[in-house]
């Protein structure tokens, strides 16, 4: 048997015989692999991921919402037409009329309002709730939309940032009865309770968005991190048509898609999650070829990248393209306005 030890003796007479002992690190030893130490908040926020229970909740209910909804309504929930996820924009709409109202509460409710003053503050708290309350409705459609075309452990946090969120537009809810019902201290009250739940639905939605990358381009990384310059990514007659193929260009793959007009190149990974565009199929969509996204959908143009349909709401980034007379098809990162490709990083870095 051999062992740990025995290995790297094997190593080190290697690397002696072979000139390369003066190269080693001193501590070139094996490290147990281990567990960065986090935060505790970041603990705390991410309990719900490892919430398995959940699961049999989140099929029938994924199920339910791609089967109800039309794919045009999906594209306009997700976000698709405008290039940006839709839920974060209205969502401002919601909370920020809450935190709005339930400020205006608390001012009255401290004796900070003076007394002639106090009809109007309690009419705007009151039309400021009832404002988020009613940007609340589209803004849970497209939270459920987005919801229903993530990872497993992105719809547990999900969930309960669903959840959260619920609890704090029933509490809204309550509060503009309490006050129709004029008992306006309680409505007050509720509406303070329903911020400081609506705040930790928020923490978890952003923690959601920021740390699990849910609504992020998962390809606006390309153009920083793809050398610049022309690569050969292929052999057009190895190419067949509406057949997408994988590549790499540098570090970075690519897929080379041959239709009947010519050849596109463009980033491999998904800007919706990351899936590799090179497992997909070709389209035409309203006259136009499309590459169709394997895990989810997605559906973006092979002239421009932009997207046909969602989930995705950003592009996909396209590369220039070429094919020599040799046959050879070269690709090429097209720089963004103020974005070098990857040698220019070196030189900013320097
Ligand atoms: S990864 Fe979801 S549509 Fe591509």
Redesign the pocket.
């Known amino acids: 048997m051999i062992t740990e030890g025995d290995r790297f003796a094997g190593l080190r007479e290697q690397g002696e015989a072979g000139g390369m002992a003066e190269q080693r690190p001193a501590d070139a030893r094996p490290q147990p692999s281990a567990v960065a130490p986090r935060p505790l908040l970041l603990r705390i926020l991410d309990v719900p991921v490892h919430w398995a229970w959940l699961d049999p909740l989140a099929g029938p209910v994924r199920d339910l919402v791609h089967r109800v909804e039309p794919r045009w309504l999906a594209d306009l929930l997700h976000g698709s037409p405008i290039g940006h996820p839709l839920h974060p924009i209205l969502a401002q709409v919601v909370v920020g009329s809450w935190t709005s109202s339930a400020l205006v509460d608390a001012l009255t409710l401290t004796g900070l309002v003076p007394d002639d003053l106090e009809e109007g503050a309690e009419a705007a708290s009151t039309t400021l709730a009832a404002t988020g309350l009613a940007a609340a409705l589209p803004t849970i459609a497209s939270g459920w939309t987005d919801w229903s075309?993530l990872h497993e452990d992105q719809q547990r946090l999900g969930l309960v940032h669903a959840a959260g969120n619920y609890a704090a537009t029933a509490m809204v809810a309550l509060s503009l009865v309490q006050r129709w019902r004029g008992r306006r201290t309680s409505g007050r009250l509720w509406s303070m309770a329903a911020l400081t739940t609506a705040t930790a639905g928020a923490a978890l939605g952003g923690h959601l968005a920021y740390r699990w990358a849910a609504g992020a381009s998962?390809a606006e990384h390309v153009p920083h991190v793809a050398p610049e310059g022309w690569y050969a990514v292929g052999a057009w007659d190895d190419l067949e048509v509406d057949s997408p193929a994988k590549a790499q260009l540098g570090d970075v793959p690519v897929v080379v898609v041959r239709t009947h007009t010519g050849v596109t190149v463009l980033a491999d990974s998904?800007s919706?999650?990351?899936?590799p565009?090179s497992g997909g199929r070709v389209v035409r969509e309203r006259g136009e070829d499309c590459l169709v996204?394997?895990?989810?959908?997605?559906t973006f143009r092979l002239a421009d990248g932009s997207v046909a349909h969602g989930?995705?709401t950003a592009p996909q980034p396209v590369l220039a393209s070429r094919v020599e007379p040799d046959g050879t098809v070269l690709a090429r990162v097209v720089e963004l306005p103020g974005v070098a490709a990857s040698p220019g990083l070196d030189s900013r870095a320097g």
């Open positions: 075309d998962h998904c919706h999650l990351a899936a565009l996204c394997p895990w989810h959908g997605s989930p995705a």
